[in-house]
Nanobody, 123 residues
Framework: QVQLVESGGGLVQAGGPLRLSCAAS????????MAWFRQSPGKEREFVAA????????YYADSVNGRFTISRDNVKNTVWLQMPSLKPVDTAVYFC????????????????WGQGTQVTVSS
């Protein structure tokens, strides 16, 4: 059974940085696509970024492209989301997810999810 545990969220002022981490259990982490999603109050969950199993390929939602960076370490079984300059619109609960296919931007394509970590950006 895969377990994903996010950390690194918090309260930050606009323009400030955060780095989210997602630690995965299990020996097969390197086989899977990893992604970050987020959900704000009253809104549907939205795709943020994904990285392929080797880490050689990434893609991002338009809203974060050029601002956020997803990366992974298959030895440490960890995926990160670097957010160096946050905006109030980035306020949300951020979830990491594990899936098989590199491409889908919908939550239904991912099989395992973490509990989420809150990111709050004040103006």
């Amino acid at each position: 059974q895969v377990q994903l545990v996010e950390s690194g969220g918090g309260l930050v002022q606009a323009g400030g940085p955060l780095r989210l981490s997602c630690a995965a259990s299990g020996p097969t982490f390197s086989r899977y696509v990893m992604a970050w999603f987020r959900q704000s109050p009253g809104k549907e969950r939205e795709f943020v970024a994904a990285i392929n199993s080797s880490g050689s390929g990434t893609y991002y939602a338009d809203s974060v492209n050029g601002r956020f960076t997803i990366s992974r370490d298959n030895v440490k079984n960890t995926v990160w989301l670097q957010m160096p300059s946050l905006k109030p619109v980035d306020t949300a609960v951020y979830f990491c997810a594990e899936g098989l296919h590199f491409g889908p931007q919908v939550g239904s394509a991912y099989n395992y999810w973490g509990q989420g970590t809150q990111v709050t950006v004040s103006s």
